[in-house]
């Protein structure tokens, strides 16, 4: 049963250009979805998260706009940059045992931007 | 700050072999998991914990145990290695589950 559902798999997006990444979730223990950016041979690190009293958050160039009724939400990367080029995975908070909320990611997307 | 620390950063076992992947935070965070990454797969929960003695399964259990008997330290434990577990592991930790979630930088296994 996939939980989160992340697309596409792989962008290639040219430099000053919009990428955009999508993810659809089935049931979520509470409302709080995080971007998560990683680069090669390193550890997953926090880019930007949403929490359910807006529908849009934005930081830098950086935007997440959540559709609470379609249980999608999606990031979008405003005038991407070679540096942009990494692997984003979302992550939704599902109630595995008796914890409130871990965190289950997409299965990725490999952006690249060309210079 | 050394943040969230795994050790070893690689590692190669035999099949049937056990061992033990180490994570150590420095931020008095109660939550803490793991998670293997495969191609393809994204990031799958192992195990995790909600504080000292407390532990549970996530998506991926079978074949791992951990336990932590200290706030700062989470130990992956593989009983009997296989193929099958070659994967890079992470460590996470976090204030709570719906706060950021630190990483380590990752151990990567092989097992042949």
């Known amino acids: 049963q996939q939980q989160v559902k992340q697309s596409p798999q792989s962008l290639i997006v040219q430099k000053g250009g919009i990428s955009i990444i999508n993810c659809a979730y089935e049931?979520?223990?509470?409302?709080?979805f995080p971007w998560y950016q990683q680069f090669p041979g390193k550890g997953p690190a926090l880019l930007i998260a949403?929490?359910?009293?807006?529908s849009e958050k934005k930081e830098g160039r950086f935007t997440i706009s959540f559709n609470k009724s379609a249980k999608q939400f999606s990031l979008h990367i405003m005038d991407s940059q070679p540096g942009d080029s990494a692997t984003y995975f979302c992550?939704?908070?599902?109630?595995?045992?008796?914890?409130?909320?871990?965190?289950?990611f997409g299965k990725g997307t490999k952006l690249s931007v060309k210079p | 700050n050394a943040g969230v620390t795994q050790t070893p950063k690689f590692q190669v076992l035999k099949t049937g072999q056990s061992m033990t992947l180490q994570c150590a935070q420095d931020?008095?965070?109660?939550?803490m998991s793991w998670y293997r990454q495969d191609p393809g797969m994204g990031l799958r929960l192992i195990h995790y914990?909600?504080?000292?003695?407390?532990?549970d399964q996530g998506e991926v259990p079978n074949g791992y145990n951990v336990s932590r008997s200290t706030t700062e330290d989470f130990p992956l434990r593989l009983l009997s290695a296989a193929p099958s577990q070659t994967s890079v592991y992470f460590c996470?930790?976090?204030?709570?589950?719906?706060?950021?979630?630190?990483f380590g930088q990752g151990t990567r296994l092989t097992v042949v």
């Open positions: 996470a930790s976090s204030y709570w589950t719906n706060g950021e979630a630190f």
């Open positions: 049931n979520t223990a509470f409302d709080y």
């Open positions: 949403i929490r359910p009293d807006v």
């Open positions: 992550a939704v908070p599902v109630n595995y045992g008796g914890s409130q909320g871990n965190l289950i």
């Open positions: 931020m008095n965070h109660e939550y």
């Open positions: 914990s909600v504080g000292a003695g407390i532990t």
